[in-house]
T-cell receptor, first 109, second 113 residues
Framework: RKEVEQDPGPFNVPEGATVAFNCTYS??????FFWYRQDCRKEPKLLMS???SGNEDGRFTAQLNRASQYISLLIRDSKLSDSATYLCVVGAGGFKTIFGAGTRLFVKA | DAGVIQSPRHEVTEMGQEVTLRCKPISGHNSLFWYRQTMMRGLELLIY????????DSGMPEDRFSAKMPNASFSTLKIQPSEPRDSAVYFC???????????FGQGTRLTVV
């Protein structure tokens, strides 16, 4: 079993739609969680951290479920510019961070 | 700050040649990571350093790969000899501490022919 697993997609949604991604992790001792965004042929960049209480940043909401060992990302009112690959990232302890393989999102006009 | 700087941006080399990738982390960051990204395998952590010391190199695929961090502002990833299956984008990232955001360089796109 991979340490961090994501549905690779692609998710094809129309503008204005709400889309959600889940990510599961295997190490119950993991302490930090993030969502990164990667555009085509670019480097990954932090989208948002994921806190135990959940957090929201504009149209984006992240949730953590420690009992079931998954994190989620919800995007409301999708924009064309949201088209990208979304990477789930888990801090597995110490300095080690594990990236999921990413979920591809295409938002269509 | 200019961010994490990697060089070269693109490298094309022949099988069997030595390849050296370079990285300058963000000043003040004490963790440095080398990743490799391919379509088939996604983003893989190869090795990471803390305060210039290699902490975990279990992701390094084989002995042909080596990495060094002689000081806080410079790291190299070397492949010797290179093989076509090493073709990938290699990212360097740095972080100010544990459980914090990692900042990525723009990557080196390596093609081994």
């Amino acid at each position: 079993r991979k340490e961090v697993e994501q549905d690779p997609g692609p998710f094809n949604v129309p503008e204005g739609a709400t889309v959600a991604f889940n990510c599961t992790y295997s190490n119950s001792a993991s302490q930090s969680f993030f969502w990164y965004r990667q555009d085509c042929r670019k480097e990954p960049k932090l989208l948002m951290s994921v806190y135990s209480s959940g957090n929201e940043d504009g149209r984006f909401t992240a949730q953590l479920n420690r009992a079931s060992q998954y994190i989620s990302l919800l995007i409301r009112d999708s924009k064309l510019s949201d088209s990208a690959t979304y990477l789930c990232v888990v801090g597995a302890g110490g300095f080690k961070t594990i990236f999921g393989a990413g979920t591809r999102l295409f938002v269509k006009a | 700050d200019a961010g994490v700087i990697q060089s070269p941006r693109h490298e094309v080399t022949e099988m069997g040649q030595e390849v050296t990738l370079r990285c300058k982390p963000i000043s003040g960051h004490n963790s440095l990571f080398w990743y490799r990204q391919t379509m088939m395998r996604g983003l893989e952590l190869l090795i990471y350093f803390n305060n210039n010391v290699p902490i975990d190199d279990s992701g390094m695929p084989e002995d042909r790969f080596s990495a060094k961090m002689p000081n806080a502002s410079f790291s190299t990833l070397k492949i010797q000899p290179s093989e076509p299956r090493d073709s990938a984008v290699y990212f360097c990232a740095s972080s100010p501490g544990t459980h914090t955001e990692a900042f990525f360089g723009q990557g080196t796109r390596l093609t081994v022919v």
